[in-house]
C-alpha cells in the first residue's frame, strides 16, 4: 500500500481519512490506544477470513471508507469489492493501490444489488452505526454464497464503560435513522452485547461460529492508561492483553472493548 503525503487541494474527506491512515497503516505513532486498538482488530479479523477463505475468494468489504481492509485483502490475493456511501474516497482509495484485485461498488448498501454472491462479506465497526441492525444483517446475509461467511466487529456493548442503550432496549429505532451512517465514535447509535449479537443472527438466519473479544482498557488507552502506552515496551502491552484474553467469559465481557464474530448461514 503506497503512503500518501497529504496534499492542501485535497477533497474534505480526504483529508479527514488520513490522520487515520497515519496510524492504522503508516504506523507514524505507535504509542497510542487508538493505534493498538485498531492493529489487535485488523490482526483478528484477519486471521478469521484467512481461516474460512482462500485467495482467490470474492470478498464484499461494507462501508470500507479509506479501503485500508479492501487494500490489505487485495494484496493477500483476494477478489475485494470495496463498498462506502462515499463515493469520491474511491480516488483517495486508488491513490494508495499498489497490486491485488478490487474493483469498486459506491452507494447505500440496503439498496445495492450486486450480480454475484460473495464468499465473505465484512463489516467492520459499521452495524453500531445503522438504525436498523436487523434489517442490515439481514440484507447483508442475501449477499453470501451458500457456506459463505460474515466477518463482523464492533464495539462490546458489555464493556463497563459503554454507556449507550442496547439495540432491544429502543423500541423504535426508527428515530435514529436520521442520524445514522455517521462516521467514527460519536455516529454509534447501539452497542450490541453479545447476546443480541446471536439473536440478531438467527434472525437474518445466520448462525454464530466464533466470537472473540479483545483489546482491553490498557491497549484500548483508557481510563487514562494512554500515559502508560508512550512508556511500557510493546512486549509488556501484549502480555496485558493475552492475560485478560485468558480470563473466564463473565470477566473478559466486561475487560474488553471489541467483539470480532464470524458469522455463516444456518444449516
Not at 478490487?102 to 454475484?116: C, E, K, R, V
Not at 454464530?208 to 492508561?225: A, D, F, M, P
Not at 484474553?245 to 444456518?266: A, D
Request: hydrophobic share 40%.
Amino acid at each position: 500500500m503506497k503512503k500518501l503525503k497529504k496534499r492542501q487541494d485535497w477533497h474534505e474527506s480526504w483529508k479527514y481519512s488520513y490522520p487515520y491512515d497515519l496510524l492504522e497503516v503508516y504506523e507514524d505513532n505507535k504509542q497510542t490506544g487508538y493505534y493498538f486498538a485498531y492493529a489487535n482488530r485488523r490482526k483478528h479479523t484477519l486471521q478469521l477470513i484467512q481461516k474460512v477463505a482462500k485467495p482467490g475468494a470474492k470478498i464484499l468489504d461494507v462501508a470500507a471508507a479509506q479501503g485500508n481492509f479492501s487494500l490489505l485483502l487485495a494484496e493477500m490475493g483476494y477478489n475485494v469489492t470495496w463498498n462506502d456511501l462515499r463515493d469520491e474516497l474511491i480516488d483517495y482509495v486508488k491513490l494508495k493501490w499498489e497490486y491485488g484485485k478490487i474493483s469498486y461498488a459506491p452507494g447505500n448498501i440496503f439498496t445495492l444489488n450486486f450480480d454475484h454472491q460473495f464468499d465473505v462479506v465484512l463489516i467492520a465497526e459499521v452495524i453500531e452505526h445503522v438504525a436498523h441492525p436487523d434489517e442490515f444483517l439481514r440484507k447483508i446475509s442475501q449477499m453470501l454464497k451458500p457456506g459463505g461467511y460474515i466477518v463482523l466487529s464492533t464495539p462490546n456493548g458489555e464493556y463497563f464503560k459503554n454507556n449507550l442503550p442496547r439495540f432491544s432496549d429502543c423500541p423504535d429505532p426508527s428515530q435514529f435513522e436520521a442520524v445514522q451512517f455517521k462516521p467514527n465514535s460519536d455516529g454509534h447509535i447501539f452497542l450490541l452485547h453479545l447476546d443480541e449479537v446471536e439473536q440478531l443472527a438467527n434472525k437474518a438466519g445466520l448462525v454464530v461460529e466464533e466470537i472473540r473479544l479483545l483489546t482491553n482498557s490498557l491497549t484500548n488507552g483508557h481510563i487514562k492508561l494512554h500515559y502508560l502506552l508512550r512508556l511500557l515496551p510493546v512486549s509488556w502491552i501484549q502480555i496485558c492483553e493475552k492475560l485478560t484474553s485468558s480470563l473466564p467469559l463473565p470477566l473478559k465481557r466486561k475487560l474488553h472493548t471489541t467483539t470480532v464474530t464470524l458469522l455463516t448461514h444456518t444449516k
